[in-house]
């Protein structure tokens, strides 16, 4: 495939072939920055901090490998299997959700998914009319953002701060009117912005659900990476018209392709029977060797204890580099827990121009109006300033040189 | 989960809960009666014509649990992966499909799904409005037809024979100006109708797309099966306007969960960004067994070869006791390949009526009403006295003791 190929289509139909209008239903579907910045930053001599790659040093390939043997001598590793997903997986998340939660989940609440981002596609197709409003953070994941737009959603941001999503404006917002049909939220560690919801503004958020009847999707892929071991206490455990999405990737693998959601069953049974058009099932094998691993619960809590205790120490190696490096030049997120840090630089940096700087100085991020619900506002200025440095992907002395090279380019932008 | 939570919601609202109108989006998404059905069949003492089940005893496990402990030297197969799918894997689809229809098809036209129902259901995504017009053949495979509903595409069926779909029906209807987006089909060893579109056919429907300016969605997973050896010239080398879909789960395992479509560059890259939103990517696990099985080609023609070879045996084990059990009681197709034969009772049976009966006797068969594109109409007679057997998932005598214990169900009915 051409570079030429991977750019959006233009926004007026080509002359002659496509057969039918896809330019114009292109121009509905915002591209990812993101991923047409990782395409620049995979270049060898470039150090990323673009992607959100956990550390694939950290997964357990040695145990995969194993379990995969082992699921393979039944024949059911191979065959077609069931939509919601299979019955031991759905236990086995049901009975680790349970824990999480302090509510008694059944595994008829349980869709197991093909990541948890599919699980957020499949929500949205089943909830979801062209032109309904819905709520989500900014700035926001993207991946949210793309699948709320692709089911025409009319998408409202609300700020986040350091206690996560700004609860008190949405609450003003609702009062004066506004009904979404679904708030999105990351909970905890957010992407981009690092940050964790508080339990006050949890609890409040549930409230709001119940009074005012939507629906909260609690996107919580990093809440057991806690650098201090204890994962925060979900919003779902404050309230019933919460949706979890959970996923293996950050624990375990994302090639497992495992995520979960964990809705009441109506809803579950709606996710189901759009999954099933949607791809039939997933797969037999990764599930089989997912629910392995979740449920050998002493190897699994040792797994993911050096997991997050890697983590930090990565991300503490990161933040010193950044105080080193930039000083009070750099207002920055102090992470704790999840794959991200925030970056705001105090003199108005447009990130988004230092980015080809800084790439041919071996490094790349997200610039901060990547992730701005209004792509034409570009963020304001809060977001372009900003940056997103993902501490999972390198050991600590890789991100240190990251991030002097990333000083640098800042400097030789300053000197030019 | 309860058989409860399995059924369609009921058209009407519930009175509380759940907090959006869920019931009547259901309504709009036709429950898979086949999927029902398997729930039923799925008991021990029933032996199970009625799923579309290739067979496990075929599957190369072992193979690819060798292939999944070499792929996992490697920090690739846990990590993320392309959207499109691996550039290797996407090179040996390219090499296959060029192969397979003497055309150029470049390692840009391909984009690996889950399945080829994912592909198909991202295809309808990006190509589809709300009302738009497109054609299925009748019967239809019930895969397509819940992901062109759940589009909200206008189906028109158009009437299969022994030699696939009646292109000419077709035509008439274009020349007195319908006007499809899409016309999808099953080319060769239908499902469920078992025939195969003949190549004078193959040929007209390529020109009808380029005159009216449709869409062919090939929908190809069994052409490789064929009992002769020989796999159907496929549509796509007829003309350019023809998507091809393809499949592992038939070859291979449908638990590598991989699919893919052979479409033009602007339409693949359609197809990739609505992936993108939709699950990220694929499983780089998967992808990469898939790749090493499919690229050594001396093992992979061998092993198609075994499984054709006993899927022929198998076919001819259930013909023989079809014809020895029921006699001109019954009118079935010939299978030349794929998975599948297609009864027609004639007397009139009304198969779905047969369906308990034939439970209780031990048996389970998918009643042709099943696969009526209107299903309210439930297929007109010929539907309704049909039934689709498959021959894949048991080897011979299995066969020939369901198909008797048909027989004794069919009798034991008359004699009621």
Known sequence: MTSTDLRPAPSTAPAAPPPVALAARLAGIRGSAIRDLLTLTARDDVLS?????????????????????????????????????????REVVAGHETGRTGRAIAPADVVVTSGSQQAL???????????????????VYVGALQVLQAAGAEVHPVPLDADGMCVDILAARLGAGFRPRLVHTVSSFHNP?????????????????????????????????????????PLAAHGERVVRLGSASKVLAP???????????????????????????????????TAELLADEPWFAAHVDGVRRENRDRAAALTAAVDAEFGAAVAR?????????????????????????ALEHGVGFVPGAAFSVDAAADGGPGLRSAARLCFATYPPDVLTEAVRRLARAADGRIGQ
């Open 255 to 289: 090639s497992l392709r495992v995520g979960w959601l964990v809705a009441p069953p109506v809803l579950a049974a709606a996710v189901e029977r759009l999954k099933q058009s949607t791809d039939l099932c997933g797969s037999s094998l990764t599930q089989m060797i």
């Open 49 to 89: 901090l673009a992607g959100g790659l956990p550390a694939a040093d950290l997964m357990p390939r040695e145990r995969i490998a194993a379990a995969a043997d082992r699921a393979l001598r039944s024949p059911a590793a191979v065959q077609y299997s069931e939509t919601a997903g299979l019955a031991h997986l």
């Open 121 to 139: 596609d499949l929500l949205a197709r089943a909830l979801l009319d062209p032109g309904d409003p819905v709520a989500v953070e900014d700035p």
């Open 193 to 233: 912005r690092g940050v964790t919801m508080s339990q006050e503004r949890r609890r409040a958020l549930a409230g709001l659900a119940e009074r005012y009847g939507f629906l909260v999707v609690e996107d919580d892929p990093y809440g057991l990476l806690a650098f201090d071991g204890t994962p925060p206490r």
């Open 333 to 357: 997120s102090t992470p704790a827990g999840g794959m991200f840090c925030w970056l705001e630089f105090a003199d108005g940096t447009d990130t988004t121009a230092l980015l080809p700087t």
